[in-house]
């Protein structure tokens, strides 16, 4: 495991030269001396990685994943994040572009983006969620990474920050922009998750599950489709207007009212069969999402 704490550390290891600006970098992907290596190495920045990628004929893998960055790949990766590459030698006609932007959590210190950067979801998504860009879409974040570049490149001043705070806000704000396309135009691979989504937990509660482990939490359905929880939640939303909780929470009112419309178990006994070690905690929730309490929906359905 190799951890760099400063810009100027990992320049070194990656043989590239020293950055302009120690908090601040930005890299183009075509001048990265290359490294192969069968096996993966493991490493954890202590600062922000902004990457939009386009490498036609270099099979690299991140962690477990192939990647095929044939179409321009953007990634975004949060400080401490623990991740591992290895890549083959390329094909003769291998080709690589694209820029890597390092930024480190002290150049943002007493600005405003210092308080409000973590708030963007895709921070927390894995790398094998990254976003696809369009043509026109890797264009607008191109243009902005340069824009970026050439403060850098330029004499520091009294403007350089904030004009530069700007610009990364700008990379961010289409970052989500993009991301919130991405959801929409994937419609039938999105609809595949849902579609295994439902499939899951309707596994989950007419197993003993339920009873042995309780409800299942977020992490845990994420976990069993291979995405990062809030990259399941963000496309759930926009798919279907839910979260993942609330999917959980409509597949247990669905058991609840099943039970409480077929057997004559006590809402204490339901309550138990679905995990909950409280009776009123379950109450409350049904009340919530039913307008009703549980005995005063049994009595309505008979």
Known sequence: MRRFSTISEFHAFAQLPPPQHPLLSVVDVGTVPHQYGAEPTSMVLDFYTIAVKRMRNFNMKYGQHSFDFNEGILSFMAPNQVFSMAVAAPAEDAEKSGWVVYLHPDFLWNTPLAKTIQQYDFWDYSLKEALFLSAKEEATITNIVLAIEQECSTNIDRFSKQIIISQVEGLLNYGNRFYDRQFITREKANHEVLERLETLLQ????????????????????????????????????????????????????????????????????????????????????????????????????
Do not use: M, W
């Not at 003993?208 to 809030?230: F, I, M, N, Q, W």
């Not at 929470?249 to 409480?260: N, P, R, T, V």
């Open 203 to 302: 596994a989950y509660f007419n197993s003993a599950a339920l009873l042995e482990r309780g409800l299942p939490t977020v992490h845990y359905v994420a976990d069993c489709l291979h995405l990062s929880p809030k990259y399941l939640s963000n496309l759930l939303r926009v798919v279907t207007g839910q979260n993942t909780q609330q999917h959980i929470h409509a597949q247990l009112i669905a058991k609840a009212k099943e039970k409480l419309s077929t057997t004559t178990l006590t809402v204490s006994e339901i309550a138990y069969e679905l995990g909950f070690e409280h009776v009123p905690s379950f109450s409350k929730l049904f009340k919530a999402k039913t307008n009703l309490s549980p005995l005063e929906f049994r009595t309505s359905f008979n």
